[in-house]
């Protein structure tokens, strides 16, 4: 990441990158840019994967996303009206640039009220762990409900940097754990009383195992979870993104929404547990809420921003 993060700095004081915000409101603590290609100095950025959040010598805090592998160089000229042309994968741009906006929510706002507004994502993320697992090691239904719920826990750490939990949050997420999955709130609290503390996804491998007591997860680790998950995903760096889902809840909401949002993705894993999971409209409500923090952001409310955005 230095030469990555050198070439960046680099491009604020002797480039342009500063003006380059796709039509994301740059008022707020952290400035939006995107890599487009479209400035000289940008070819001596090495391409990167995920949002990068820094700040510069003077201070100015930057989340930097990389667009190039979505746009052609020489179509985009830096406008608006340009995009619908210059996207090679207009279904990558979408998700790329959402997953940009997500962070900048994750990063400037209130975390928890990103975490009631899309906890559609959050029934997911229990249901997704809990399907790989049951279906690779052959584990009943039993089994099943517990990983689910060790793994709601889990997802609901990682919205907090704190080490210990007190009473008060601990009955909160057990209150929406049961919500999310429909089960009984003595399991619920029996499990949530075995969990460690959450220090990333070597958690969510202990808390399995803890709450389970199963023999067939002896063998459960980073190497093969990571090797389970690889297939539920696909596009552009597919195997990289759904990796960094598993720490990163504004990344797994930005893969929930693209899996609802767009046809590409109807036969991943993904989607189809978001089909299975979807009761009374709670999908149409995640991408409605999801659509809002969308909209918030753009700075003009024109057809192609909109478009852009995800909202037409």
Do not use: C
């Given at each position: 990441m230095s030469k990555i993060r050198e070439a960046l700095e680099e491009s604020v004081i002797t480039g342009n990158l500063l003006s380059s915000s796709l039509?994301?409101?740059?008022?707020?603590?952290?400035?939006?840019?995107?890599?487009?290609?479209?400035?000289?100095?940008?070819?001596?950025?090495?391409?990167?994967s995920h949002p990068y959040y820094f700040k510069t010598h003077d201070g100015t805090e930057i989340l930097a996303t990389d667009m190039r592998l979505y746009l052609k160089k020489k179509v985009f000229d830096g406008t608006l009206t340009s995009l619908p042309k210059a996207m090679t994968s207009e279904v990558e741009y979408q998700f790329t640039?959402?997953?940009a906006i997500l962070n900048l929510e994750w990063l400037e706002g209130d975390v928890d009220v990103l975490k009631l507004n899309l906890s559609f994502a959050t029934s997911l993320f229990g249901r997704w762990i809990a399907d790989i697992l049951s279906k690779a090691y052959s584990l009943d239904g039993r089994d099943q409900i517990i990983i689910a719920i060790a793994s709601t826990y889990y997802y609901q750490a990682l919205f907090?940097?704190?080490?210990?939990?007190?009473?008060?949050?601990?009955?909160?997420?057990?209150?929406h754990t049961a919500k999310v999955t429909n089960t009984d709130p003595k399991?619920?609290?029996?499990?949530?009383?075995?969990?460690?503390?959450?220090?990333?996804?070597y958690s969510l491998i202990e808390a399995i195992k803890l709450s389970t007591d199963n023999i067939r997860l002896k063998d459960l680790n980073i190497v093969v979870?990571?090797?389970?998950?690889?297939?539920?995903?696909?596009?552009v760096n597919s195997k990289d993104i759904i990796t960094v889902a598993l720490e990163h809840p504004p990344t797994w909401m930005s893969v929930v929404h693209a899996a609802m949002q767009e046809k590409t993705f109807r036969s991943?894993?993904?989607?189809?547990?978001?089909?299975?999971?979807?009761?009374?409209?709670?999908?149409?409500?995640?991408?409605?809420?999801?659509?809002?923090?969308l909209y918030e952001y753009s700075i003009t409310k024109t057809h192609v921003a909109l478009a852009s955005a995800g909202l037409l």
């Open positions: 039509d994301l409101r740059t008022d707020g603590l952290i400035r939006p840019v995107f890599i487009t290609a479209l400035e000289d100095s940008d070819d001596k950025i090495p391409l990167f640039r959402s997953r907090t940097d704190d080490e210990q939990y007190d009473e008060d949050t601990i009955h909160k997420w057990s209150i399991l619920i609290k029996s499990i949530f009383s075995k969990m460690p503390k959450i220090l990333g996804v979870l990571l090797t389970l998950i690889k297939n539920t995903w696909y596009g991943s894993m993904v989607y189809k547990i978001a089909e299975r999971v979807n009761k009374r409209g709670s999908a149409n409500e995640y991408l409605n809420q999801f659509h809002k923090i």
